[in-house]
């Protein structure tokens, strides 16, 4: 597809965006494409049950071999509310919208760089067509694609990137533009000063470094904004909950929290409650327990989303690899915003907290993975 072609596709699959429905019949669509990796967009929101198969159809590619595509998928995590709705979302299109195009083994790396490189390996011994996985560190696995590559194999990465090129296509966000935006609004909040914490992913991936490297720019340019402390937390509400309690009881003064993920901002949220210190501004992902908190707590956040949605655009540009159609090999898509007073439009209240609404997942599935 040309760049032309893509623009066109984007405009128009920017109309068919929408939210969960509340109807457990509906289909819940949250699809929103750009053309520009440093535009954040905002979402808009339609009802239309119409709009479910008009997107389905649209996107849908059709594999041209004769047989199955094989792919070999690697799960490369599931230990965190959003790794675990990614899989889902792969899984659900793989055996309902693809299932006569895609013959799929699964393979699990447990965020295991060893296992990882083995699951890699075992692929490649099983002569699949396309790779689609998360590398879990941005060297190691490296010389693993190169071998793949040269079996023949495609090799798309979804949502996390390697120092190299030794893949094919790459399907994620402009991850600096995620930690760059969130920065800009606490920045805007704090007029400018303030002490600050931070709570980063998991260290090693792609997305936590560039996500920093986006926030640290901005936070350059505000001498008066201190970082006074920064934790890993990965992503985890557990985890951020106990180092955001350890971050309250050293530090008296917080002003505000940039946060990598929605799970661990409601973590951060919950620490200053059992803390009895006053809700600061913070930055988080578009994770339903984080919209809820914001709300319910009528506190300033801003909401910056990397949609599991992802993993069924893998899927396509897997297709288009092997019908030798054009692919970009990054294809990297501009970040989604929900900000304070948008909230409560998005928000939903009957659905679990470790929902993340960047999805196409139908609401029954949704419900039968994270129950409440």
């Not at 799960?75 to 793989?94: C, H, P």
């Not at 090129?165 to 920045?187: I, M, P, R, S």
């Not at 409601?266 to 809820?292: C, H, Q, W």
Request: aromatic share 8%.
């Amino acid at each position: 597809m040309n760049i032309d072609e893509y623009k066109e596709e984007v405009q128009m699959k920017q109309k068919l965006f929408k939210l969960f429905a509340l109807s457990i019949s509906m289909i819940i669509i949250l699809s929103l494409y750009g053309c520009g990796p440093s535009q954040t967009q905002t979402p808009s929101k339609t009802k239309t049950e119409s709009s479910k198969t008009e997107t389905n159809n649209t996107s849908k590619a059709k594999n041209n071999l004769g047989r199955k595509l094989k792919v070999g998928y690697d799960i490369y995590f599931l230990g965190n509310s959003w790794s675990v709705q990614l899989y889902q979302e792969f899984k659900w299109n793989a055996e309902n919208l693809y299932a006569d195009e895609l013959d799929v083994t699964y393979v699990q790396s447990d965020n295991d760089v060893s296992k990882q490189i083995a699951n890699l390996e075992d692929l490649i011994a099983k002569q699949v067509d396309v790779i689609i996985t998360t590398p879990c560190d941005t060297t190691a696995i490296n010389a693993t694609l190169q071998e793949a590559k040269d079996a023949g194999i495609k090799v798309i990465l979804l949502c996390a990137t390697i120092d190299g090129d030794e893949y094919d296509n790459l399907v994620t966000v402009d991850e600096k533009d995620f930690g760059a935006t969130g920065a800009k609004w606490l920045c805007e909040q704090l007029n400018g000063k303030g002490k600050i914490v931070v709570l980063n992913g998991i260290s090693g991936f792609s997305t936590n470094a560039l996500r920093w490297e986006g926030a640290e720019s901005v936070f350059k340019n505000y001498p008066e904004m201190e970082v006074i402390a920064a934790e890993d937390a990965d992503w985890d509400y557990a985890k951020a909950k106990t180092v955001m309690s350890d971050l309250l009881a050293t530090y008296p003064e917080i002003d505000g929290v940039w946060s990598q993920g929605g799970a661990m901002t409601l973590g951060a949220i919950d620490s200053f409650m059992a803390a009895n210190r006053n809700l600061v501004p913070m930055t988080g992902e578009d994770n339903n327990g984080y919209l809820k908190a914001c709300v319910n707590n009528k506190m300033d956040g801003i909401a910056v989303s990397k949609p599991t949605w992802l993993a069924r655009v893998a899927i396509e540009n897997a297709i288009k690899l092997m019908n030798k159609e054009s692919v970009k090999k990054d294809d990297i898509y501009p970040v989604m915003t929900i900000r304070t007073e948008e909230m409560p439009k998005y928000v939903h209240m009957e659905l679990s907290d470790d929902v993340w609404c960047g999805t196409e997942l139908p609401e029954e599935v949704l419900k039968s993975v994270f129950s409440n």
